[in-house]
């Protein structure tokens, strides 16, 4: 039995899937049968960090895997990065006490691997008086933009992608090409990034051409895993920085993209 533990997002990124309740039940299940099998705890992992962004009324509300809990195997891992700030770099581990939890907490006192005093105290008053509030507005920014990306990928790339999901939580879509290559060798990505070496195209050197920057789905897919193949023709698509008409021009500048390299597919 090589199972030792059980580490998962329960948002993906890059996918932007986000785990049912269901499904969240199911994970915990089998590990609590799997530790009664083979008698040793076998703890999960649950990865929070998009949890409080999720903005579509339409998905569930998640349910804390702590709740189905029976062995005390549950951990989930949180973050305020995405609901503060980044550069705050505070997380947090929620999970029963025990061996685990102890060592966590001697190897970051050790380690002085935690955000100085006075951010933690910043961001405790944050959390205190004003997080609620942020969520809400942050989630109703991404919802619009969410709905705005979404009706034009489908207007403009209909016919280019095989399929998309996100748009749900976060800030991501993650599209899948139907027959356009995305990594950074291919004639796409070589037209967003402005990189052809056609000043048509391009635009002259020291003032090019804007540029449409995404993450190319061979760098989110398993090297070894058996989604290797679809990696090469998907990619990550942010929403969360850029305004709504900005968003709109790089979705019409990726077609563009699309049909420069059904022109030019050999690179
Ligand atoms: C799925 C997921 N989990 C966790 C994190 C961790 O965030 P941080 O290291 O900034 O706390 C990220 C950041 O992008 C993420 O996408």
């Known amino acids: ?41 076998v703890p999960v992992f649950f990865d929070k960090a998009y949890e409080n962004l999720i903005h579509d009324p339409a998905v569930e509300p998640p349910q804390s895997a702590l709740l189905d809990d029976e062995l005390g195997l549950v951990y989930e891992i949180g973050t305020l990065s995405k609901i503060l700030a980044p550069a705050l770099r505070i997380g947090y581990m929620i999970g029963p006490g025990g061996p685990l939890l102890a060592a966590m907490v001697q190897k970051t006192s050790d380690a002085g691997f935690s955000a100085p005093l006075i951010t933690q105290e910043i961001a ?56 356009i290559e995305t990594h950074e060798r291919s004639a796409f990505f070589r037209f ?16 090019k051409q804007p540029r449409v920057l995404y993450i190319p789905g061979e760098f989110c897919v398993d090297p070894q895993g058996e989604l290797v193949e679809a990696g090469r023709r998907q990619l990550r698509l942010s929403y969360g920085f850029e305004e709504l008409p900005r968003i709109k021009q790089a979705v019409e500048w990726m077609r563009e993209a699309a049909a420069y390299a059904r022109q030019f597919p050999a690179v």
Do not use: C
Not at 22 to 27: D, N, P, T
Not at 139 to 155: F, I, M
């Open 1 to 41: 039995m090589d199972i030792e533990t059980v580490m998962l997002s329960e948002y993906g990124n890059a996918s932007s899937n986000i785990i049912s309740n269901h499904r969240r039940r199911k994970l915990v299940d089998i590990a609590t049968r799997l530790s009664r099998r083979i008698g040793r705890k």
């Open 124 to 179: 405790s008053y944050l959390l205190d008086r004003h997080v609620a509030g942020q969520i809400d507005k942050v989630n109703a920014g991404y919802r619009e933009k969410a709905a705005a990306t979404r009706r034009w990928l489908d207007a403009e790339l209909g016919d280019v992608l095989s399929g998309y999901t996100g748009g749900s939580a976060g800030f991501y879509f993650y599209l899948t090409l139907a027959d």
């Open 192 to 207: 967003l990034s402005r990189t052809t070496g056609q000043p048509d195209i391009d635009g002259p050197s020291g003032d």
